[in-house]
């Protein structure tokens, strides 16, 4: 940790002021609350550790928190488990990894590649890499979403599509929860290792680019995607709800892949069925060329 680590600073005065005290199970003490969540003396206690150890800790001074201590601040600030993971990162606690090493290029195995294209009658099917960089996509994903391989590869990136392409702000009826999520989830990355520079890179251009997304990265909040929902108004099918579920790669925990799916006999499993059949109709996609 560094000598003044501001990051964790930040994400702890920010987790520590959304904290309920009757949630966190404090009895009412008669004291006016002057600011919202929890005071820096009643984390202490809740965590087992001094007034003056979490004080420094949240003011990012170098104490050098155990594994122990930072897992009872993560329960005292009732971290869910991505916040937990990031408040690790933060303090440097996670399992170490070579400094040296430098992330290579990411990109898909032949093989994979050959299964996003075997499911493009079945789902739509995305693979993403470090900073949200779209890896791999089927027919039925390009369809519902947008043609990332036909995009130069710096602008092949899901937060920066979702973020700079007017078309996704068209196309997500709830466009400010998937964007949100999307920002919660970089913050994750921006504190590992592995390829921080570049992660910092699309930091600065999002932040510069978009007033909606340095506004929720001031907010300091964490997310990890691994379920959930999403809902389109598609220009060629209309209005869609889609479910999503996610799995990590075997051999590369940095690349996950995304499968779309819609309830059976709903009217979005018909919409994603008429998309099917508009993509088989269309023109095969052209032979896949190596990633620059």
């Known amino acids: 940790m560094t000598p003044t680590n501001r990051e964790l600073a930040d994400f702890l005065k920010r987790s520590r002021a959304q904290c309920d005290p009757e949630h966190a199970g404090l009895p009412p003490d008669g004291r006016v609350r002057r600011v919202p969540g929890l005071r820096r003396e009643e984390v202490a206690r809740l965590a087992g550790v001094s007034a003056d150890y979490y004080a420094r800790l949240e003011q990012g001074r170098s104490v050098n928190p155990s594994p122990a201590v930072v897992e009872a601040v993560g329960q005292a600030l009732g971290l869910d488990e991505a916040g937990l993971a990031h408040l690790r990162d933060l303090v440097g606690v996670t399992a170490t990894r070579p400094a040296s090493r430098t992330p290579g290029v990411q990109r898909l195995r032949p093989g994979l590649h050959r299964l996003l294209d075997s499911l493009d009658t079945a789902v739509p099917a995305l693979v993403l890499g470090r900073q949200s960089a779209v890896l791999g996509a089927n027919r039925m994903a390009r369809a519902l979403f947008a043609d990332f391989d036909a995009m130069p590869a710096v602008e092949r990136n899901y937060t920066r599509w979702l973020f700079l392409d007017q078309d996704a702000r068209d196309l997500f009826v709830d466009w400010d929860v998937q964007a949100r999520a999307a920002v919660e989830n970089l913050r994750l990355d921006a504190v590992r290792e592995s390829d921080r520079q ?17 506004r929720w990265w001031q907010q300091h909040r964490v997310h990890q995607r691994t379920h959930g929902s999403k809902r389109l108004r598609h220009p060629l099918v209309g209005d869609l709800t889609v479910e999503y579920e996610t799995l990590s790669l075997p051999g590369d925990g940095e690349t996950t892949l995304f499968l779309y799916t819609a309830a059976p006999r709903s009217a979005s499993a018909e919409a994603l069925g008429l998309l099917a059949s508009w993509t088989l109709a269309g023109p095969s996609p052209a032979p896949r060329q190596p990633r620059d």
């Open 198 to 214: 570049a992660t910092q890179a699309l930091i600065t251009e999002l932040r510069k680019r978009s007033d909606d997304f340095d």
